[in-house]
């Protein structure tokens, strides 16, 4: 249960990250190439298993990393650009109600269990996401941020799905770090490769809203794939239930935050819907 708890900490980091590095400007490709150099090195500072290029490149799981650090900076800069465009609440819906996905991959691939229970728990957290970060607006809807969101809901349901896959098939506990700095290591190559290619578009100068939010979010995306993965390794829940709680705490834990530092007022309709996914958390993990 301790990994799943870390993984949700890390991930809200993330969110509110995005947010605090908005207000300063950071240029948004520089920020995320920092954070995944600072993932990089933590995932090799702290692998214990021996690191041989014959046996990664030569691995069954390459490919599976290979795929997820691609989407991972892919999925990045979705994020990062649609809490600028259509903010935290539309994000953080397409975000984490990307659950569905994983959880749908894993009950009909795996053939893990539906009771009746099960299913009124995940139909009632996936309630209490929308109602929970629910906010009107009057702003017209353009093109980008309908896309955007729809992006991020695909992209990160099926990446999530991708390292399901790849933890139960291929990346046992003694490689799961190994797994995570491999994928680190892709998305940082891919950046510094963009960042190449835009240099007469990019000040070559570096500020230390960039260095810091850059690590912190490193930090962040570190423990959220490592200790997510870890939790799936060592949970006594199916995945389904994991992937539900996972993405429903980060929510709540976001929501929160956004009330006490950001002072973001809730509305009745969201409270409602935080007091409904407490119960569905109750009900997930008594089941």
Known sequence: MIYLVLSILSSSV???TFKITEQFKANLIKLISINYLAAFILGFSFNRYPISLEHILTSEWLPFALL???SFILMFFMIGYSIRISGVAVTTIAGKMSMVIPILFSILYFS?????VKVAGLILATVSVFLTVYRPTDKKINLWPVILPLVIFLGSGITD?????AQTFFVPNELSLLFSTVVFLTALVLGLTFILFRLKTISKSITTA???GGT???VANF????????ALNNSKFDSSILFGLNNICIV???VLIGALVFKEKLSKLNFAGVIMAFAAILILMNY
């Open 216 to 218: 912190i979010l490193g």
């Open 223 to 230: 423990g959220s794939l490592y200790f997510f993965v870890m």
């Open 252 to 254: 709540l834990f976001s």
């Open 14 to 16: 993330i969110f509110i």
């Open 112 to 116: 893990e269990k539906t009771p009746s």
């Open 210 to 212: 960039e260095v810091i």
């Open 68 to 70: 997820v650090g691609l």
């Open 161 to 165: 799905s991708i390292v399901k896959y």
